[in-house]
């Protein structure tokens, strides 16, 4: 199975702040890597699809990179209503595998 | 609007079984494929299965390989989970969610609120 290493586990940041999470696939998936939003309570919710599309509805500050093993995923200028555990999300032929998360706190 | 309602969770004794299912609405059932997420308490999100439109492919994780199914009911609107062998590390927060196409993929667009199941003596 392929596994996704995703850092860090948490972060504390300011609001206005630029936030980077990175997410590492233990083989090649090209660009099959998708970025949720899970906030407490909550479902999570789709953000970032094939790497790099921004999901209909999700705002301009939220973007995701990268191909092959390598990923990123940005937040450009951190907001309140950020606050969520993130998580990236690899699929290879109904072989599905998430990251471990990233928890955002404003600082 | 897309809505999905995951219901048949509760408490459950070790080695037995419980049949978890997910109502859908607001879309075309039979076009797109469906997905089991599973989140234990405080802890992150584990793909259980997924399932293609017309049940010609399917995949489990291996935690749960040989003792969960799953299956769908088109004409029903319908998915379903059935767990056996159940064990203390099954105890999680079921959800059910939309994949955007209809084949073996893996992007989960519409998620339910989830269903929790508990499982202890």
Avoid at chain 1, 3 to 16: K, Y
Avoid at chain 2, 18 to 24: G, I, P, T
Wanted: charged letters at 20%; glycine letters at 10%.
């Amino acid at each position: 199975d392929i596994q996704m290493t995703q850092s860090p586990s948490s972060l504390s940041a300011s609001v206005g702040d630029r936030v980077t999470i990175t997410c590492q696939a233990s083989q090649d998936i090209s660009n099959y890597l998708n970025w949720y939003q899970q906030k407490p309570g909550k479902a999570p919710k789709l953000l970032i699809y094939d790497a790099s599309n921004l999901e209909t509805g999700v705002p301009s500050r939220f973007s995701g990179s990268g191909s092959g093993t390598d990923f990123t995923f940005t937040i450009s200028s951190l907001q309140p209503e950020d606050i969520a555990t993130y998580y990236c999300q690899q699929y290879d032929n109904f072989r599905l595998t998430f990251g471990g998360g990233t928890k955002v706190e404003i600082k | 609007e897309v809505q999905l309602v995951e219901s048949g969770g509760g408490l459950v004794q070790p080695g037995r079984s419980l049949r978890l299912s997910c109502a859908a609405s607001g879309f075309t059932f039979d076009d797109y494929a469906m997905h089991w997420v599973r989140q234990a308490p405080g802890k992150g999100l584990e793909w259980v299965s997924g399932i293609s439109w017309n049940s010609g492919s399917i995949g489990y994780a291996d935690s749960v390989k040989g003792r969960f199914t799953i299956s769908r009911d088109n004409a029903k609107n319908s998915l379903y989970l059935q767990m056996n062998s159940l064990r203390a590390e099954d105890t999680a927060l079921y959800y059910c969610a939309k994949d955007d196409e209809g084949g073996a993929a893996g992007l989960m667009d519409y998620w339910g609120q989830g269903t929790l199941v508990t499982v202890s003596s």
